[in-house]
Structures are given as structure tokens and as C-alpha cells.
């Protein structure tokens, strides 16, 4: 069974930015899209940011033009680059293939407040 471990998240404040990483234990990347989601309190989760297993991004508009998705297949990690951080994107960040598949890992919990 695949596992994934996401880290990277943190306190920040608006306007700063974060690296959000998740670890996979299998070498999933090439097979399928893999996904970044995220989850605010009281709202449901929501897909943000794709790679497809040919490695083509697509993005939700609420973080187009200031995330960036990108994998390293060597290590099973995908990466999350969160630029220009606001308040409304505090949320718990899980990954997952897309659409998903896999058990949900812990998520990272990504707070921005000054």
C-alpha cells in the first residue's frame, strides 16, 4: 500500500512563502497525476495544483500565478512552491494522485497571519 507523508508547512506570514513536500513510498509519479489538495476549516477539500504523470502542471485560480508544482521522481517527492502567501490559503495541504486513490496522510498544516 502507498504512503504519503507531507511536510513543509508552517506559520507565515502574508505575503511570505513555503516549500510543501510529499513523500511517496512507491514509485507512483509516472503512472499517475499527482495532486496537491487542501482542506480549510469547515469547507471541504479542494484540488489545487496537478502534475500529470508526463509532468504538465495545471493549477486552481485561486493559487495560479504564485504556486508552482514540481516532482523529483528519483526520490518519489512531489513539491509544492507557495509564493506570496494569503490569509485564505490556511488550510491543511495533503497530496494524493489525481483523482485520488490512496490512503490521506497527515496533510501540513499551512497557517498565514501576520
Known amino acids: 500500500q502507498v504512503q504519503l507523508v507531507e511536510s513543509g508547512g508552517g506559520l507565515v506570514q502574508p505575503g511570505g512563502s513555503l516549500r510543501l513536500s510529499c513523500a511517496a513510498s512507491?514509485?507512483?509519479?509516472?503512472?499517475?497525476?499527482m495532486g496537491w489538495y487542501r482542506q480549510a476549516p469547515g469547507k471541504q477539500r479542494e484540488l489545487v495544483a496537478l502534475?500529470?504523470?508526463?509532468?504538465?502542471?495545471n493549477y486552481a485560480d485561486s493559487v495560479k500565478g504564485r504556486s508552482t508544482i514540481s516532482r523529483d521522481n528519483a526520490k518519489n517527492t512531489v513539491y509544492l512552491q507557495m509564493n506570496s502567501l494569503k490569509p485564505e490559503d490556511t488550510a491543511v495541504y495533503y497530496c494524493n494522485a489525481v483523482p485520488e486513490r490512496y490512503p490521506w496522510g497527515q496533510g501540513t498544516q499551512v497557517t498565514v497571519s501576520s
Open positions: 502534475m500529470t504523470n508526463v509532468g504538465i502542471p
Open positions: 512507491g514509485s507512483i509519479f509516472s503512472i499517475h497525476a
